[in-house]
């Protein structure tokens, strides 16, 4: 019986414990605390960093800075913990007074202490960016966002003829160099505007340029065909015809199933050579990886060649019938890390590797013309992502389809 009501008694005491919730003791009498102290303050880009020491007050909640910003006037809070506060998303580098108040746990706030800032000139006012032709549209360049701010880049054009533009796509990046292209514009002389926009509405002088799209078009692949040099390296994963180089260029038919794939010990650098079947100038190279699998990772390539001839050489060697279109990098619109760290992979990271990695051919001192006429290209992997700033020299090599654009010649 004893053991009986200990036990009860055991119970009751443990619900007698039981946590209710915090109660915090406020005191609606108590004073409105002591002013913040102004200890420095960094001018960034837009904005600034205020550096305050704050009062020896038990009431103390935290500090606000109270501005105005395009207008409307915007409160930006923190806590008693930290010493500093970020204001941001001024439209100019003109000064500005930021009020610093204390706050109380009662919500009394301190008399004001002001902070002048001056803030740099913003990322919209800051960075480059361009309108060039393209193949099949137009190229917009954005440079130099060394802050990796969030930008939208507005490009308008003037349809009618009339002098009114009209939006005709936004595009959105935190890059510090990026291009993005606009196609399936019709092939004549248009006029073209583009300006950027931040998050806050503030926005950069309009560039306008005349421009005439370049005309392009999708190669057919009917006569696509694995040209099979000599020193092309196209062993397939267990020797399977599954992974076949073919599959490249099956198109809509390619599945998660329906890829190439080299054998796991394939050298570093490999080759392999398609017949066009066709003269071609090349604009382009749209490249699939293998759905939902190996995300800026593995057996993908990183970095590679493209390489043109309308005569190779039958015996697969390197000589003058070759020339260098591009040498190119999986693109990351968030960027790499150091060395070969991926780095954080974002939502923008994510649909680029799966629904728009495309490589634009442009003339680079290495490649200066790479817009001649030619009948097989040569994709040379020099690295990937496994292998890439290591040195190992072995790796498979994984892709879905490629798929080439530009201009038939005749």
């Known amino acids: 019986m004893k053991k009986l009501f200990f036990c009860i008694a055991l119970v009751l005491a443990i619900i007698a414990c039981k946590e209710e919730g915090r109660i915090d003791y406020i005191d609606d009498n108590a004073p409105a605390p002591a002013p913040v102290e102004v200890v420095d303050v960094e001018n960034t880009a837009g904005g600034a960093i205020i550096k305050f020491k704050i009062p020896n007050d038990n009431n103390l909640l935290g500090v606000k800075a109270v501005y105005e910003r395009n207008g409307e006037v915007v409160e930006k809070k923190a806590s008693l913990y930290v010493d500093t506060i970020i204001v941001e998303g001024f439209g100019n580098t003109d000064a500005q007074d930021i009020a610093l108040f204390s706050i109380g746990k009662n919500e009394k706030v301190s008399a004001s202490v002001s902070a002048k800032i001056k803030p740099l000139p913003p990322p919209v006012r800051a960075v480059e960016f361009d309108v060039q032709s393209g193949f099949g549209g137009v190229v917009v360049e954005l440079d130099k966002n060394k802050t990796n701010a969030d930008i939208s880049m507005v490009l308008m054009a003037d349809t009618t003829g009339t002098g009114k533009y009209v939006d005709m796509q936004t595009f ?107 003269k071609v100038k090349l604009s382009r190279i749209q490249k699939w990886p293998r759905p939902d699998y190996e995300l800026y990772s593995s057996t993908a390539p990183r970095v590679f060649q493209v390489w043109g001839s309308d005569n190779p050489n039958p015996d697969g060697s390197w000589d003058d019938s070759w020339f260098l279109v591009a040498e190119l990098e999986q693109f990351k619109p968030s960027g790499y890390g150091e060395g070969r760290e991926v780095g954080p992979i974002t939502d923008e990271d994510r649909d680029y590797w799966y629904n728009r990695t495309e490589f634009d051919i442009m003339p680079t001192e290495q490649a200066p013309d790479p817009y001649r006429p030619l009948t097989h290209i040569r994709i040379k992997i020099l690295s990937t992502f496994q292998t890439y700033g290591t040195e190992s020299d072995k790796s498979q090599v994984l892709i879905a389809q490629l798929v080439f654009w530009g201009q038939l010649v005749d």
């Open 172 to 278: 959105h990046t935190k890059s510090d160099k990026i291009k993005f292209p606009r196609r399936g514009l019709k092939i004549q002389p248009t006029k073209f505007g583009v300006y950027l926009r931040d998050r806050w509405n503030n926005k950069s002088d309009t560039l306008f340029k005349e421009l005439t799209p370049i005309e392009e078009q999708k190669i057919p692949s009917d006569l696509f065909r694995n040209a099979n040099l000599p020193t092309d390296y196209f062993e397939t994963a267990g020797g399977s015809d599954g992974y076949k180089l073919e599959n490249l260029w099956l198109g809509a038919d390619a599945s998660d199933q329906t890829f190439y794939a080299s054998s796991h010990i394939a050298p570093i650098p490999n080759w392999f050579t398609i017949d066009l079947g066709r």
